[in-house]
């Protein structure tokens, strides 16, 4: 991860860059099975353009100490697109080894959490990034399934964030879904505590390797 990032001191001022190092940081309450988690992260890593411009809005969506990114959209999922390379258990396991992943599953409640940070040399294409990678589950939910990801920046007082259920991902908008949002919270508080309350002393590397492998 630090490496692909190092390279966006090169790309154009168009997408969001600020002189000053940043970051972005995601966390994830998610209900799902092990068979369904097994085949995500087996699964190549779906591309950011696999959305329209429509469905990524609401990450850029002008508010209170947000920049109006929605100009910048299509330069930042072209250059999300030219980052992704092999599935996400690789592209986890990288953020894993660099010490910037928290992910813990409980098989018996089948709740998992999950905690990743980055930095955002560019603010627009890591948080695509980011959210790319956490809504490529929502393909392989069950019946039953859901989610809740929540991204926070250091540029932005505002979370943002996206609900995850079987083949659908969306971001909430912060006024019309209010009540959405408050559901989500509560579910996320039950499913996080059943995941990091499990016996669980592995790293996050070993608990992917666990999930792949078994």
């Not at 994830?28 to 950011?48: G, S, T």
């Not at 250059?79 to 996400?88: K, L, M, N, P, S």
């Not at 409640?109 to 589950?137: M, Y």
Request: aromatic share 8%; proline share 5%.
């Amino acid at each position: 991860m630090r490496q692909m990032l190092s390279t966006l001191g090169l790309l154009p001022c168009v997408l969001g860059g600020h002189p000053v190092s940043e970051s972005v940081f995601l966390t994830a309450a998610i209900a799902v099975a092990k068979p369904c988690l097994r085949a995500y992260l087996r699964a190549p890593v779906k591309p950011a353009s696999g959305w329209s411009q429509e469905q990524w809005a609401g990450i850029a969506a002008p508010g209170p100490g947000r920049a109006p990114y929605l100009d910048e959209l299509p330069a930042a999922i072209e250059e999300c697109d030219r980052w992704i390379d092999g599935d996400y258990a690789t592209v986890l396991r990288e953020l894993a080894h660099d010490d910037e992943l928290m992910f813990r599953f409980d098989e018996a409640s089948g709740s998992l959490a999950i905690d990743l940070s980055c930095r955002a040399d560019f603010r627009l294409p890591t948080l695509v990034w980011a959210f790319t990678v956490l809504r490529g589950i929502a393909e392989f939910m069950a019946d039953g399934d859901h989610g809740i990801v929540t991204a926070t920046t250091d540029w932005n007082e505002d979370s943002i964030l996206m609900r995850l259920a079987p083949k659908h991902a969306a971001f909430l908008d912060s006024d019309g879904d209010a009540r959405a949002r408050a559901e989500a919270r509560n579910r996320e508080i039950d499913i996080r505590s059943a995941a990091c309350d499990a016996d669980q002393a592995d790293s996050a590397a070993e608990t992917i390797d666990w999930l792949i492998d078994d």
